[in-house]
Structures are given as C-alpha cells and as structure tokens.
C-alpha cells in the first residue's frame, strides 16, 4: 500500500496570498525539495532565497525537515518570505580578505597620491612597518586560504546587500591603520624592541591557535554535512581552550589583534580589535546558546569566547 500524498500550500507570509500549492507530494519529501518545487512555478525566488516556515512570524525551517515530521495534515500550510537575493559564503569571505590585503601593502609601498610626491615608492627604516606589513599580509592570506581549503560552511549563501556591510568594515579599518603604520612620520613604540617581541610572540601564537581551531571544527563536520557535534580539544595543545570556551577561533583571533595593536601601538588598529572584539562576543554567545540548547550533555564550566568572564 502507497502512502497517502501530502499536498502543499504556500502563502505570503506578509501578505497571506496563496502563492503556490503542491498536490500530490511525497510525505517524505524536505523542505528543500519543496523549495524547488515551488521555484518551478516562481523562477525568480531560487531556493536559497526562500525562508518556509510554519507560521508567519515564525523561524525559518531548515532544508533537512521532512514534511511528514513536522506538525502539519495531509494538507500543509507554510509561509514563504523572500530573502533577498544572494551570495555564496566563499564569493564573500574571499571579497572582504582580499580588500585589506591589496589596500594595507599600497600604503606599504607607498604609492602616489598618499603621502606625498617626494614620499612615493619610499621605504620606512623602522624594522616595525616592515613586520607589521609582513603580519598583515600573513593573517589575511591565511583567511583567503582557510575560505577555499578549510572551511566548511552550514549555509551556502547570505544576503547580497551584507558584502557591502562587511568589505566597507574590513576594506575602511585596512586603509585606516595602514595609513598610520607605514606613514613617513611613523614613530615606533614606546618601548622598542622589547615590546614588539612580546606582541610578536602573541600575534603568532594565537594565529597558530586560530588555525589549529578551524582545523578541529573542519574535521567534526564530514564534506556536504550539516551535522553539528560537541567541538573537544585534541592532542593539539591549541585546541585544548577548547576546556574553557565555546568559541576559542575567536578568542585566538582577538588575540592576535591585540598583538598587532601593541606592536604597531597605533589607536586605528585597537578600535578594529575592540570593534571586532564586540561583534566576536555577539556571535560567541549565539553560538553558546545554540550549543546548551542542542546538547544537554554540553560541558557547564565552558564561557562564550573568554574563560571564566565572558
């Protein structure tokens, strides 16, 4: 005996509209599936631009649900909301890296029209521009790196307009502390070598420790799976933050920042950390709350992004 088709209805969630209805679907069938079915009849919404959902005001219901699992009749109701349109995660991340690294090394090289005619194509004598050029360029060619070989994305895409959002923070924040580093007035820091070993110490341990973290969270998540387990450190002591914090790629990565800040000891380059310390926090506790929500076996003794504090 064949199951009983499920039939679909889908409605504006703003509006309540019936914009599309489905007859004879497969009760096994996800709401990806459903996604394009509904694209046949309404080309100009692909999949990941629709958000279906139970109720109008409701969350958004994942592309893995299955139809006959959720809490719907033979007769299913969902709400459709437009998106807007997008771009991959990749298109974006490789955007906003590239920026700062082709911005940071034209002020390094002093290109025409920055500081002045007799200043172009100079180079600094302080040996701390050169090695905060090299810094620079290291932490955002390992990002650009990271995007196309280690990371491994939930969702494909994100909303179009957030490229503008996001290379307008990293692109501004480049040009502002590059201008200031690799000026010709440049003076270096207060306390000289001393403190740009000791920030140079940080810088590199914790971009170690952010790698060694996106390596750990790469291998809990197979190629093509959306699958989320519980992150534990490894016999790599990088990981072992892992022991205190939910979310130690962004402690490490606010980390290295602040090495950066005391090594160049330029204000732009501490307002991008504490901004980016702001919004890492943001996203560590969301991360946080998902964690406790989805695991009740979630170690207790854990904190957002810094142990035993935040």
Excluded at 8 to 22: H, Q, S, Y
Excluded at 28 to 43: S, V, W
Excluded at 270 to 280: E, K, Y
Aim: contains cysteine; positive net charge; proline residues 7%.
């Amino acid at each position: 005996m064949q199951p009983v088709k499920a039939k679909v209805e889908i409605l504006d969630a703003k509006t309540r509209e019936k914009l599309c209805f489905l007859d004879k679907v497969e009760p096994h069938a996800t709401i990806a599936e459903i996604k394009n079915l509904f694209t046949k009849t309404h080309p100009q919404w692909y999949p990941a631009r629709q958000s279906l959902r139970l109720d109008p005001k409701g969350k958004s219901l994942k592309d893995e649900d299955v139809l006959q699992k959720l809490p719907v009749g033979t007769t299913a109701t969902l709400y459709f909301r437009d998106l807007g349109a997008q771009i991959s995660w990749v298109t974006v991340f490789l955007t906003e890296y590239a920026g700062p690294l082709f911005i940071y090394l034209l002020f390094y090289f002093r290109v025409p029209f920055i500081y002045g005619h007799k200043y172009d194509f100079t180079s600094s004598r302080h040996t701390v521009v050169h090695l905060a050029c090299i810094c620079h360029s290291f932490h955002y060619i390992k990002r650009l790196l990271e995007t196309l070989f280690v990371h491994r994305f939930s969702h494909g895409t994100m909303p179009l307009r957030n490229i503008f959002k996001n290379c307008t923070y990293y692109w501004g924040f480049a040009a502002w502390m590059a201008y200031y580093i690799n000026h010709p007035l440049y003076t270096p820091p207060t306390y000289g070598a001393q403190q740009v070993k000791l920030a140079l110490a940080i810088f590199v341990i914790c971009q170690l420790g952010n790698f060694s973290i996106h390596m750990a969270l790469r291998d809990l998540r197979p190629a093509g799976s959306k699958t989320r387990k519980i992150p534990y450190p490894t016999k790599n002591p990088f990981t072992w933050l892992f022991l205190l914090v939910s979310c130690p790629n962004y402690t490490y990565e606010v980390g290295s920042w602040i090495g950066f800040a005391i090594m160049t000891q330029c204000l732009p380059v501490a307002l991008f950390s504490l901004v980016g310390f702001t919004q890492m926090t943001i996203w560590a506790k969301g991360k946080h709350r998902s964690y406790l929500k989805e695991f009740r076996d979630y170690p207790p003794l854990r904190m957002p992004i810094i142990p035993f504090l935040l």
